[in-house]
């Protein structure tokens, strides 16, 4: 599935930049850790009208340009929310949109300094439906160049977020079955923690208690994302009929 590949070819990217950053000779590596301060790895997930972006990502202070807001500093600092400068869940957005080349737009509000998101990819908000964010699965409090980020955070930036009646998390995220075997997933709300029912996924609906209970047929890889139709969409999850 595109979503899949794209997550592993993001995943090995980010591992490609890693390795090249370690590989450097010592006398650089002052000089790169000072360019990389702030620097860290989150689990950045976007999901708009499909998924756009499901993959850690490596990303920092910067400054970051969109077509409506113009260039801005975007390091945590961003109206006196942190004392340092760190990552943020819009640079982690801006560095998606470059490794993954999708394209994201937002105005700038001079007073909070900081951007409203507008569209991401294909995505653009309507009178009604806006893009929000979640970290950890909670509304941010401030904005994304405000809200800095902790390595394996899980930021989602979730579209109509606003009017979402559950964020779907789907666990495990990695299911093995032998064939006439069965296994089972359970989808939960990731804001409160409670089961979902009646999210499809792999085909079937959720339980009272949020389960799923996938068979194994014939062996292969299939991945998977639980969805309610009043609801934001799940993580992926990869399951492999051994
Ligand atoms: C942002 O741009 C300014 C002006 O070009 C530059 O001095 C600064 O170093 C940049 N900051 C980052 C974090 O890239």
Not at 54 to 78: K, M, Q, W, Y
Not at 208 to 218: F, H, L, R, S, W
Request: glycine share 8%.
């Amino acid at each position: 599935m595109p979503s899949f590949l794209q997550a592993s070819a993001a995943i090995l990217l980010c591992a490609a930049t890693l390795v090249d950053a370690a590989s450097l000779p010592n006398p650089r590596n002052s000089e790169r850790a000072a360019i990389l301060a702030g620097y860290n790895i989150v689990n950045l997930r976007i999901e708009g009208i499909n998924t756009i972006y499901e993959a850690p990502i490596f990303s920092g202070p910067r400054n970051v340009t969109t077509p409506s807001g113009g260039t801005h500093l975007c390091d945590g600092t961003n109206d006196g929310a942190n004392p340092t400068p760190g990552n943020t869940c819009t640079d982690a957005l801006d560095a998606a949109s470059k490794l993954a080349r999708f394209p994201f737009d937002g105005t700038y509000d001079a007073e909070f300094q900081d951007f409203f998101i507008t569209s991401i990819s294909t995505t653009t908000e309507t009178a009604t439906e806006f893009w929000g964010l979640l970290l950890n699965y909670q509304f941010t409090p401030v904005g994304g160049c405000q809200q800095e980020v902790q390595p394996g955070d899980h930021v989602l930036w979730a579209f109509n977020a606003f009017n979402a009646v559950y964020f779907l998390k789907a666990e495990p995220e990695v299911v093995a079955v032998l064939p006439g075997k069965s296994a089972v997933v359970t989808v939960t709300d990731g804001m409160s923690g409670v089961p979902v029912a009646g999210a499809e996924f792999a085909g079937q609906l959720s339980n009272a208690e949020g389960q799923v209970t996938i068979t194994g047929t014939k062996p292969g890889v299939n991945v998977y994302k639980a969805t309610r139709s009043d609801s934001i969409r799940s993580n992926a999850v990869v399951v492999t009929v051994i």
